[in-house]
C-alpha cells in the first residue's frame, strides 16, 4: 500500500512555463567564463531537476571546458534566481491542471504527500507561498502537503536517492515499498529507481515526451500527476 507520495515542483505540480530552463541557460551563458561558449538546450535538459548550484557547475564545464570555482558558481547562482525571479513575477506559476484535486484525494485518502525540488529553499519557499500551498503537522488536512525538501538540504541532490529519503524522514515513512516517487525529468525517474521506490512515475508536462521518458527505468507513465489516484487504485 502506498502511503507516501513523493513530487516534484515545477514541471511536475507546478506550471511554471519552462522559466527555469531559460533562467537556468541564460544565467551560465551570460557569465564571463562563458565568453565564446554555447550552452545547448540539450545540456540544460541533462541537468534539468538537479540542485541548480550542481546544474550551474556542470554546465559551465561542460560549455567553457574549464570548473568554475566557488565564486564563480554562487555568482551565477544569484543572476539565476534574479532572472527566475523576474520571470515569475511577469508570468506566475500556476498549479498543473488537477493536481490540487489530486492533494485533497490523497488527503482523503490518509495519504502523506511531500514535494522535492532542485531548488533551494531561498526560491521554493516564495514559490510555495505564491500558490498558497502550505505545509503543517503531518497528516494535517488544513495543510497542502505534509514535507518539502530542498536540493540544498541534502548531501547530494538527484538523481541520488537523498531527496527522497529525507521525505520519508519528515513524514515518518519507513518502507520504500509504501512510497511513489513522481517526475517530469529523467533525474527524477532515476531518484526514484535509486532508492527503491514501489512506484516510480513519469509525467509528460514538463517538456518530455512519453518517448522520452520511456527510455528510463520506471514503473508507470501519466499524463500527469492528476492520474495518480486512478493509478492506486489499480495497484
Given at each position: 500500500?502506498?502511503?507516501?507520495?513523493?513530487?516534484d515542483?515545477a514541471?511536475?505540480t507546478?506550471?511554471?512555463?519552462?522559466a527555469?530552463?531559460?533562467?537556468?541557460?541564460d544565467?551560465?551563458a551570460a557569465d564571463?567564463?562563458?565568453?565564446?561558449?554555447?550552452?545547448?538546450e540539450?545540456?540544460v535538459?541533462?541537468?534539468m531537476?538537479t540542485?541548480?548550484?550542481?546544474?550551474i557547475?556542470a554546465l559551465?564545464?561542460a560549455?567553457s571546458?574549464?570548473?568554475p570555482d566557488?565564486?564563480?558558481v554562487?555568482?551565477?547562482?544569484?543572476?539565476?534566481r534574479?532572472?527566475l525571479s523576474?520571470?515569475?513575477?511577469?508570468?506566475?506559476?500556476?498549479?498543473i491542471a488537477g493536481?490540487?484535486?489530486?492533494f485533497?484525494?490523497?488527503r482523503?485518502r490518509?495519504?502523506?504527500?511531500?514535494?522535492?525540488?532542485?531548488f533551494g529553499?531561498?526560491?521554493a519557499?516564495?514559490?510555495?507561498a505564491s500558490l498558497?500551498w502550505t505545509?503543517?503537522?503531518i497528516g494535517s488536512t488544513?495543510?497542502?502537503?505534509d514535507a518539502v525538501?530542498?536540493?540544498?538540504?541534502?548531501?547530494e541532490?538527484?538523481?541520488a536517492?537523498?531527496?527522497v529519503?529525507?521525505?520519508?524522514?519528515?513524514t515518518?515513512t519507513?518502507?520504500?515499498d509504501?512510497?511513489?516517487?513522481?517526475g517530469d525529468t529523467v533525474?527524477?525517474l532515476r531518484?526514484?529507481t535509486?532508492a527503491g521506490?514501489?512506484?516510480v512515475?513519469?509525467v509528460?508536462?514538463?517538456?518530455?515526451s512519453?518517448a522520452d521518458?520511456?527510455?528510463?527505468?520506471?514503473?508507470?507513465?501519466?499524463?500527469?500527476?492528476?492520474?495518480?489516484?486512478?493509478?492506486?487504485?489499480?495497484l
Amino acid at each position: 500500500m502506498i502511503r507516501l507520495v513523493v513530487l516534484d515542483m515545477a514541471g511536475t505540480t507546478v506550471d511554471e512555463g519552462g522559466a527555469v530552463y531559460v533562467a537556468l541557460h541564460d544565467a551560465v551563458a551570460a557569465d564571463r567564463v562563458n565568453v565564446g561558449s554555447e550552452v545547448t538546450e540539450a545540456a540544460v535538459q541533462e541537468w534539468m531537476g538537479t540542485e541548480k548550484r550542481t546544474a550551474i557547475r556542470a554546465l559551465t564545464e561542460a560549455a567553457s571546458g574549464t570548473v568554475p570555482d566557488t565564486e564563480a558558481v554562487e555568482r551565477m547562482y544569484v543572476d539565476f534566481r534574479a532572472r527566475l525571479s523576474t520571470a515569475y513575477r511577469e508570468a506566475p506559476p500556476v498549479p498543473i491542471a488537477g493536481t490540487e484535486e489530486m492533494f485533497t484525494e490523497l488527503r482523503r485518502r490518509g495519504i502523506r504527500i511531500a514535494l522535492t525540488t532542485g531548488f533551494g529553499r531561498d526560491i521554493a519557499e516564495p514559490l510555495l507561498a505564491s500558490l498558497g500551498w502550505t505545509t503543517g503537522s503531518i497528516g494535517s488536512t488544513d495543510s497542502t502537503v505534509d514535507a518539502v525538501v530542498c536540493g540544498d538540504e541534502v548531501a547530494e541532490g538527484r538523481p541520488a536517492p537523498y531527496l527522497v529519503f529525507r521525505a520519508m524522514e519528515r513524514t515518518g515513512t519507513r518502507s520504500v515499498d509504501e512510497v511513489l516517487v513522481g517526475g517530469d525529468t529523467v533525474v527524477d525517474l532515476r531518484a526514484g529507481t535509486n532508492a527503491g521506490a514501489r512506484v516510480v512515475l513519469g509525467v509528460t508536462t514538463g517538456k518530455l515526451s512519453f518517448a522520452d521518458l520511456e527510455v528510463e527505468r520506471h514503473t508507470h507513465l501519466l499524463d500527469s500527476v492528476a492520474g495518480i489516484p486512478a493509478l492506486l487504485d489499480r495497484l
